[in-house]
C-alpha cells in the first residue's frame, strides 16, 4: 500500500495521559500535514512539516501539541497530558511539494479520551 | 464570514438524479480550489480539482466563479454509491500548502 499511513487507527487514553499519533507519507512525498476533525466538524489545519523542519504551526494549539517529522521514520503528533475536548479524528495528509497541488489523506487516528 | 461555507444539507435525491452543491469562500486570495468526499467516520477523499474554466469527470462537473468567490459541484446520474459528504476545499492565501475545509454537505441517495 503505497498511500499515506497513520498508526494508531484507534487509540484510547485516560486524562493527563500522552498521545502520539504516526504518519508515513506516501513514497515521494514530503511534505505532511496534520488536521483535527471534532465531532460534527469540518477538518481543521494544525501544522504542516517537512523533512526536519516545521514550515507552518498556525493551527496547533499553544499548549500540549508538538509535531515532528524527522529525517528518519514518520512523522509524529504528540499530545501531551490529554484532556476530554482532545478526543477527535486526527488525519494526516501528504503531497509530493508544497502549494497548489493537492493533498491526499491518510485513515486517520480516532482518539478517545477517558 | 466563514472561510469556506457550504450548505450542509441533507440533501436526499433519488437514483438517477441530478444535484448540485455550491460552496462559497471568503479570502479572494485563493488559489487553488478542491472538492473531496468524505464517508462516515472514513478519511476525506479527492475527487476533483476545480479550475476557472471548469472541469469535468464523469458524472461530475465543477465550476469555479472566482468574481463571486463560488465554487460549485455537479452530480449527474446519482447512484448509491454517491451518497457521502462533500466536502468543500480552497487552498490557504499566503500560506505554502495547508487547506481550510468547509464543513460539508451531506448527500444521500435513495433507491
Known amino acids: 500500500n503505497a498511500g499515506v499511513m497513520q498508526n494508531p487507527r484507534h487509540l484510547v487514553r485516560r486524562r493527563g495521559q500522552e498521545a502520539r499519533l504516526r504518519c508515513s507519507p506516501m513514497k515521494g512525498h514530503s511534505h505532511v500535514y496534520w488536521y483535527r476533525q471534532l465531532p460534527e466538524e469540518g477538518l481543521k489545519f494544525m501544522v504542516y512539516?517537512?523533512?526536519?523542519?516545521?514550515?507552518?504551526e498556525s493551527g496547533m494549539p499553544k499548549e500540549r501539541f508538538s509535531a515532528e517529522f524527522p529525517k528518519e521514520g514518520p512523522s509524529i503528533l504528540r499530545i501531551q497530558q490529554v484532556v476530554r475536548g482532545d478526543s477527535a479524528a486526527y488525519f494526516c495528509a501528504s503531497s509530493p511539494t508544497g502549494g497548489d497541488l493537492p493533498q491526499h489523506f491518510g485513515d486517520g487516528t480516532r482518539l478517545s479520551i477517558l | 464570514r466563514k472561510e469556506v461555507e457550504q450548505d450542509p444539507g441533507p440533501f436526499n435525491v433519488p437514483e438517477g438524479a441530478t444535484v448540485a452543491f455550491n460552496c462559497t469562500y471568503s479570502n479572494s486570495a485563493s488559489q487553488s480550489f478542491f472538492w473531496y468526499r468524505q464517508d462516515c467516520r472514513k478519511e476525506p477523499k479527492l475527487l476533483m480539482s476545480v479550475y476557472s474554466s471548469g472541469n469535468e469527470d464523469g458524472r461530475f462537473t465543477a465550476q469555479l466563479n472566482r468574481a463571486s468567490q463560488y465554487i460549485s459541484l455537479l452530480i449527474r446520474d446519482s447512484k448509491l454509491s454517491d451518497s457521502a459528504t462533500y466536502l468543500c476545499v480552497v487552498n490557504s492565501a499566503g500560506s505554502q500548502g495547508n487547506l481550510i475545509f468547509g464543513k460539508g454537505t451531506k448527500l444521500s441517495v435513495k433507491p
Open positions: 512539516l517537512q523533512k526536519e523542519n516545521i514550515i507552518d
